[in-house]
């Protein structure tokens, strides 16, 4: 059992949001990205939030993101626009890319936004979920440093490239989808390295390229497998979707792609060369009530996910989830009780303080 | 080795659409379907083309197929459309639902249409192509009869529901991702069998909802499993997509949808009961223009592939792969050669002959 301490979440995203001014980044601006950030707390996915301010930090300390973007739309038709982040916090750029698709889908039905020129956006399923609440089904994707080797590759190409869609229901809780296109996620090896555990078999690979169970083999030049795995259990799809969400988010935006996708942090390998403008984006709006009745789709909905509980379950499970359930029961439980923070990361906002001035106690 | 015969494609092209019209398709709809068949033959994607042609005709024979749909627009948007395809083949509904999410992509930016009261449109990999030649990039899914449980359930929910993406390059190849959000096809269980040999474990669960490697322990009640396999390996992901395409095509448009969705052949269960009208497709549309410059595009997606395929090779294999190479590869041999059938598929082609009188030579 690793021990943690509690925080109320709004104590954190305070904390945030303070960290993010004192470089310069405008009040609401902080706000925001400090609530995208709790978002992540929040929904039980440690990895994407306050655990990586230190790293946002390190980025503003040494001026590589803009505190201030001027973030504008470079082309657009009734339905799409190009943004321009101006190296923006992602945790800013892409909410602010993300409305703009909302509102082309308030006019035109759907809305569909690619960004170049931002950074780390946090976590995918916080934008899908932002049309929850005007009946719009919304997507988003980002492209992300290389980690993941495409199939039959023996080197790290690709990015983690997560996928989210998140769609209304009617009196049930909405279905949200939020996943990296790659087996498993880096956060697990690093686990079980600590642990001093193997790995499944695919998950990574070696640097020679080989199926490895040794989390420490994939750290060491090594890289995560695609969804699917190997070819026998489909890993050329993982490597298909992670590449159509590189060419969605980046070649479309005008950003960086696949191996020259530049890091979130310091220590990270700086690509061999640059191909475009910082990481990408993107994000999608679809209105409901622009392809049916949203009273009938919420219906239809609920009767969706009560079916799917009702599924027969397989043996030795709780049976059958829908997209999202997990995270949402994580929120319940850590509104009411707090965020679990483990030493490492109290330790990481102690550094933040320190660095920054803001108090933190 | 198993025993094929070469025919022309055009030849069995031909065939198809003589027997189309024999149950009353007009000309340019049935030369239409049997367009989206032949190119499943080319593409080496057996399990779409003529093969499937004996279980249209069993469907048209018996009046569960429209041959002259009203295909009509229910609702729409600047950006979107629903589409009713009167019970239609879904080789003459999704060409014409397609279409339409095209033009509106020519006018709005993009194009989504949702589509319901259809049937098997045959291969997604070519709905999703249609756009290249416009500088589109060009999506399609579809759901299916049940045969997939979602992770950690006991029986089948939902279909293989593909997802094709096609992204126009510059003087290189386009890539074409085509997937079924499966971990593996049913066909491969079903070669498994006729070879008395094991499938891998991820692939299937038995009636129980145990994992297994018996072929016919799947085909007697059990399931495939998600894209991912088990939780492990990430099948809440392939689930998740799966449930996804679901949602966007048949909750969407009106469709049935999960374990509801009809059947393709005569010989499958009939659902339960019926939550809307026949099965369901979604076709996307995307402009390039609207979002870049598409010669830069074109010149950011040639250098992409050749990045790619440059990649380090994993050892034991022949190195990474573009999504749709393997397709194009096998276009290019049975456009030269023919496309090989086996001997059952040409025994049900001359009893489609018998059947209708269309001679088959």
Not at 45 to 64: F, I, K, N, P, Q
Not at 196 to 222: L, S
Request: hydrophobic share 45%.
């Amino acid at each position: 059992m690793v021990e943690t301490t509690l925080f109320p979440s709004e104590r954190l995203s305070e904390f945030s949001a303070r960290v993010f001014e004192h470089y310069g980044v405008p009040r609401a601006d902080a706000a925001q990205a400090a609530a995208v950030l709790a978002a992540a707390d929040l929904r039980g996915v440690d990895s994407h939030g306050v655990a990586r301010l230190h790293t946002y930090v390190d980025m503003l300390e040494l001026g590589r993101i803009n505190p201030r973007p001027n973030v504008r739309i470079v082309r657009e038709s009734a339905s799409t626009a190009t943004v321009d982040g101006d190296n923006g916090l992602g945790l800013v750029v892409g909410p602010r890319a993300n409305e703009i698709a909302h509102a082309k889908a308030a006019s035109a039905g759907s809305g569909w936004v690619s960004v170049c020129h931002t950074n780390h956006y946090g976590i995918a399923g916080w934008y899908a979920m932002q049309g929850l609440a005007r009946a719009h089904i919304g997507w988003a994707m980002t492209n992300s440093t290389k980690l993941v080797a495409p199939l039959f590759g023996a080197e790290r190409m690709l990015g983690t490239n997560p996928i989210a869609i998140a769609f209304p229901c009617g009196s049930e809780p909405p279905i949200v989808v939020d996943l990296a296109t790659c087996a498993a996620a880096y956060g697990k090896v690093e686990i079980a390295k600590r642990h001093n555990a193997p790995i499944p078999a695919g998950w990574a690979i070696d640097r020679a390229g080989r199926v490895t169970t040794d989390p420490q083999a994939m750290i060491d030049g090594g890289a995560l497998l695609p969804l699917g795995s190997e070819r026998e259990l489909g890993g050329h799809k993982g490597y298909a979707l992670a590449l159509s969400v590189d060419i969605l988010c980046a070649v479309l935006s005008g950003a960086n792609w696949g191996p020259f996708t530049p890091p979130f942090a310091l220590r990270q390998e700086v690509p061999k060369r640059s191909v475009g403008k910082g990481i990408g984006h993107f994000f999608g709006a679809m209105r409901i009530d622009a392809f049916v009745d949203p009273a009938e789709f919420g219906r239809q909905m609920d009767d969706l996910v009560r079916t799917f509980r009702a599924t027969r379950a397989a043996p030795g499970t709780s049976g059958v989830l829908l997209p999202g359930d997990p995270e949402r029961e994580a929120e319940a439980l850590r509104r009411a009780e707090g965020i679990p923070l483990v030493q490492p990361v109290v330790e990481d906002l102690r550094d933040v303080s320190r660095i920054t001035g803001v108090p933190f106690a």
